[in-house]
């Protein structure tokens, strides 16, 4: 949720990707973006599980989703073709790579530190990956199955705004509690300007995180009462072209 210290470019520069399309640079209305192969592959998460794929081919297992030796077996391909917008030939690659990284069916939060320690090595992501790997821990047990590793990425690389709006709100209330306040807003946006370390262009003072917190925060609590709820925070976005273009950010942090 920045504008002008350019992180979200800064961002694309640490990933050496290019701003995402659909995604205008300067401050032109925010468009819905394209959802084509090459920007699927921008993503950390989806990265790390296509790297992950070995050459051999796929047998009908992997094609069901079914494996006997995994503790968690997912749902059927096709109930998960439905869930999320992923095609079946994704579905079976995300799986072949998420069977080889987690051979129990289960992510746990320390794979997530060090995935976005390799994707970002000049920052310090431990406490971003912690976050985000809560923002996908939805019954907070503290390992996420493939069904929801894979309904989530669904949602925050091709859902909808308000879906995705949805997400990043979800991310931003970190203790669950259905509301945002202030403090939780720039514990987020702190770990996301850590995460960045040396790739933020122009560098980013001490100060930054604070003042777009302070800025975003007043627009998003309209009624005064020190905390942002949902309906808040989704109306504010959708009518605020620079909120909306800020949330390319996450196409290109998760």
């Given at each position: 949720?920045?504008k002008?210290?350019?992180?979200?470019?800064?961002?694309?520069?640490?990933?050496?990707?290019e701003?995402g399309?659909?995604?205008?640079k300067?401050?032109?209305?925010?468009?819905?973006?394209?959802f084509?192969?090459?920007?699927?592959?921008?993503?950390?998460?989806?990265?790390?599980?296509?790297?992950?794929?070995?050459?051999?081919e796929?047998?009908?297992?992997?094609?069901?989703?079914?494996?006997s030796?995994?503790?968690?077996?997912?749902?059927g391909?096709?109930?998960?073709?439905?869930q999320?917008?992923?095609?079946r030939?994704?579905?079976?690659?995300?799986?072949?790579?998420?069977?080889?990284?987690?051979?129990?069916?289960?992510v746990?939060?320390e794979t997530?530190?060090?995935?976005?320690s390799?994707f970002?090595?000049?920052g310090?992501?431990?406490?971003?990956?912690?976050?985000?790997?809560?923002a996908?821990?939805?019954?907070?047990n503290?390992?996420?199955?493939?069904?929801?590793?894979?309904?989530?990425?669904?949602?925050?690389?091709?859902?909808?705004?308000?879906?995705?709006?949805?997400?990043?709100?979800?991310?931003?209330?970190?203790?669950?509690?259905?509301?945002?306040?202030?403090?939780?807003?720039?514990?987020?946006?702190?770990?996301?300007?850590d995460?960045?370390?040396r790739?933020t262009?122009?560098?980013?003072?001490?100060?930054a995180?604070?003042?777009?917190?302070?800025?975003f925060?007043?627009?998003m609590?309209?009624n005064r009462?020190g905390?942002?709820t949902?309906?808040?925070f989704?109306?504010t976005?959708?009518?605020?072209?620079?909120i909306?273009?800020?949330?390319?950010?996450?196409?290109?942090?998760?």
């Amino acid at each position: 949720l920045q504008k002008d210290s350019k992180v979200a470019d800064g961002v694309g520069g640490a990933n050496g990707v290019e701003v995402g399309p659909g995604r205008k640079k300067d401050c032109g209305k925010w468009q819905k973006p394209r959802f084509t192969r090459k920007a699927l592959m921008r993503c950390c998460l989806v990265r790390w599980i296509i790297a992950s794929t070995g050459p051999k081919e796929q047998d009908s297992s992997d094609s069901d989703l079914e494996l006997s030796s995994v503790r968690h077996q997912p749902e059927g391909l096709e109930q998960l073709q439905s869930q999320t917008k992923f095609t079946r030939k994704e579905l079976q690659s995300l799986y072949r790579g998420f069977k080889n990284e987690c051979p129990s069916g289960l992510v746990d939060e320390e794979t997530f530190k060090t995935i976005y320690s390799q994707f970002f090595p000049q920052g310090d992501a431990t406490t971003y990956a912690h976050f985000l790997f809560n923002a996908f821990d939805l019954d907070r047990n503290g390992s996420i199955r493939f069904e929801d590793f894979v309904i989530g990425l669904s949602v925050l690389l091709r859902g909808s705004v308000t879906e995705k709006l949805n997400w990043a709100f979800n991310l931003y209330d970190i203790n669950k509690d259905g509301y945002i306040t202030k403090e939780e807003m720039l514990l987020i946006m702190k770990s996301i300007y850590d995460m960045m370390g040396r790739y933020t262009y122009p560098t980013v003072r001490d100060e930054a995180p604070s003042e777009h917190v302070e800025k975003f925060f007043q627009k998003m609590d309209r009624n005064r009462d020190g905390v942002v709820t949902i309906e808040e925070f989704i109306e504010t976005c959708q009518k605020d072209e620079n909120i909306m273009s800020s949330m390319q950010l996450f196409e290109n942090v998760i």
